[in-house]
């Protein structure tokens, strides 16, 4: 910063509040300080900034993997949102494992972060509710609820998407409607479950645990594993979810054992979340759809009004999903 006030002609002070913003500072002084930066290549030291204002312009992002379809999306607008307020967005996979939840937490908390952005993969981990206690640093929760914490937070209504689902297809004759769900250590998994207890009570669909599928992993191999347990449950209808590898390799799995053309003719299905599954499949899919824009949007004004008033009440959002028609739906045969 000296040399570029030398290079001006001003003094360090007005080369300081013109490379800061600062309006205190006449429109021709302005004009020679930033034509010397420019000149001189001047870029702020954000360690010393950081060290002057207690603040990193840094946002932490936890997602427990990057093999999905949700988490890219989300860290792609919320960083572009954030930009405008010279925030930037770091990334930390905890690759589904809450020992890895910790592990990026306390790394983000090292580096003195201004605020945290948190989707770890067990939101039931009494040590997650521990750490996040403790935890003096602005956190919105994505879609996670922990035990006694009072955090802001950014929701999706997956119960509603689900049961509403339901309720379509047994409008057009369906009763063994299947469901896949992740367990109840995740919030999702926990609206999936309580969505298909509430909707077998509401439209009298049958009554059969087997119809509610456990996943439990992310990739290919899971796909499979989740097709047969479906077909072994002899639904004739389902609602599948899931990350791009696991949905891909599950429809897969269920053309080659029902047969080319099967879906809708021997199983109608709705698919959660992935619009680019749903849009290559032959035919298109019937599809619960996540508003990303909706979410990031949720997430940066949620964050941004945390960092302007610290002190205010807690923040909840709660998104709804959207049903998108597709051609993968057919009437129960007699």
């Known amino acids: ?21 600062s309006p205190r500072v006449s429109p021709e002084a302005k004009q020679r300080v930033v034509a010397s930066a420019e000149r001189l290549h001047y870029r702020v030291n954000a360690a010393a900034r950081s060290l002057r204002t207690a603040r990193t312009g840094l946002v932490g992002l936890l997602i427990p993997g990057y093999r999905n379809d949700l988490y890219g999306p989300i860290a792609d607008r919320l960083d572009a949102r954030l930009r405008d307020h010279d925030l930037s967005v770091i990334i930390g996979s905890s690759d589904w494992s809450a020992a890895g939840d910790l592990r990026i937490m306390a790394s983000f908390a090292s580096r003195r972060l201004d605020a945290m952005v948190l989707a770890p993969s067990n939101d039931q981990s009494p040590a997650l509710g521990a750490f996040l206690g403790n935890l003096g640093a602005p956190v919105v929760l994505l879609d996670r609820e922990v035990p ?21 297809l047994a409008g057009i004759g369906h009763r063994r409607i299947a469901v896949t769900a992740y367990g109840s250590h995740l919030r999702p998994g926990r609206q999936a479950r309580q969505a298909f207890a509430v909707a077998v009570e509401r439209f009298n669909l049958a009554h059969d645990d087997n119809l509610l599928v456990d996943m439990s992993g992310l990739d290919a191999s899971e796909g499979i594993q989740v097709a047969d ?25 269920l053309r080659e054992r029902l047969g080319a053309g099967s879906i809708p003719r021997h199983l109608s ?46 923040q909840e959002h709660v998104i709804g999903l959207r049903y998108r028609p597709g051609a993968s739906l057919a009437p129960l045969a007699s």
């Open 1 to 21: 910063m000296l040399d570029v006030a030398r290079d001006a002609g001003v003094s360090r002070a007005t080369a300081s509040r013109v490379l800061s913003g």
């Open 148 to 168: 006694g914490l009072e955090r802001d937070r950014v929701l999706t209504d997956l119960k509603s998407g689900i049961e509403d689902a339901m309720g379509t």
């Open 229 to 253: 347990a479906l077909l072994n449950a002899r639904p004739t209808a389902a609602i599948i979810g899931g990350p791009t590898a696991l949905l891909a390799a599950c429809l897969r799995r």
């Open 269 to 314: 299905v709705i698919t959660v979340g992935d619009e680019v599954v749903a849009d290559l499949h032959d035919p298109v899919l019937d599809l619960i759809s996540r508003p990303i824009d909706a979410i990031a949007e949720a997430l940066a004004q949620t964050l941004l009004a945390r960092l302007d008033q610290p002190a205010s009440p807690v």
